[in-house]
């Protein structure tokens, strides 16, 4: 019984961080946040005002993104969104839209 305890701790410590793996589909389902404004995968609708993201070079985006969350590009929401998101997280859907066509 005395080893039972610790068995059932290692066991759910193993469980734990197994659940914490990275997910392979992460930068999409946060670039998926942008959809509703910038089209699926970054694709606008011409003719909607809006930038497409799909293509645009990783750092550019990122700079974008950095002036919107430090204030110094002005929106009209971009700069609550880009707040939202931790730098890591800004990484990834930049990543992910320069790879998309």
């Known amino acids: 019984m005395k080893l039972f305890a ?6 759910l ?3 734990v961080s197994t659940s914490h793996a990275a997910d392979p589909n992460l930068a999409r ?3 998926a946040t942008c959809a509703n404004c910038h ?3 970054g694709n606008a609708v011409k003719g ?3 930038d497409s993201l799909a293509g645009v070079p990783k750092d550019k985006t990122l700079q974008k993104l ?3 969350k430090s ?15 931790t730098d890591a997280q800004l ?8 790879a998309q066509k």
């Open 29 to 31: 389902n946060l670039a």
């Open 66 to 68: 950095a002036d919107f």
């Open 39 to 41: 089209g699926t995968n």
């Open 48 to 50: 909607a005002g809006l």
């Open 91 to 98: 990484d990834l859907i930049a990543t992910y839209f320069a």
């Open 71 to 85: 204030g110094d590009k002005p929106a009209s929401i971009m700069h609550q969104i880009a707040k939202g998101y």
């Open 6 to 11: 610790p068995a059932a701790a290692l066991c």
């Open 13 to 15: 410590l193993a469980m």
